[in-house]
Nanobody, 123 residues
């Protein structure tokens, strides 16, 4: 599975962005999908995840109520809608796929990773 993340950019605090993660090589419909981020000088951290069916989602406390993960299996794409962005959301955002199909929160649970897209939130 090849994952391509896109949609990053520069936005002011309080603004919104929608990230996309498109897959090629095989269908994502049986994979759990996650978004992680890595800020400069920090470790990669969990942001959000969704099960293969889309029926269950999980969020980091820091983004709960502001970010929404969703998926369109027909388009083989996963999204991360980010609202009320804060400067501390600045990071490279990565999407990842989990063959087990769950909405897991740990890096080691994921089998495939995209290349990342940079989100910069100015104050």
């Amino acid at each position: 599975v090849q994952l391509q993340a896109s949609g990053g950019g520069l936005v002011q605090a309080g603004g919104s962005l929608r990230l996309s993660c498109a897959a090629s090589g095989r269908t994502l419909s049986t994979y759990g999908m996650g978004w992680f981020r890595q800020a400069p000088g920090k470790e990669r951290e969990f942001v959000a995840a969704i099960t293969w069916s889309g029926r269950s989602t999980t969020y980091a406390d820091s983004v709960k109520g502001r970010f929404t993960i969703s998926r369109d299996n027909a388009k083989n794409t996963v999204y991360l809608q980010m609202n009320s962005l804060k400067p501390e959301d600045t990071a490279v955002y990565y999407c990842a796929a989990d063959r087990a199909g769950w909405d897991r929160t740990t890096i080691l649970s994921y089998d495939y990773w995209g290349q990342g897209t940079l989100v910069t939130v100015s104050s």
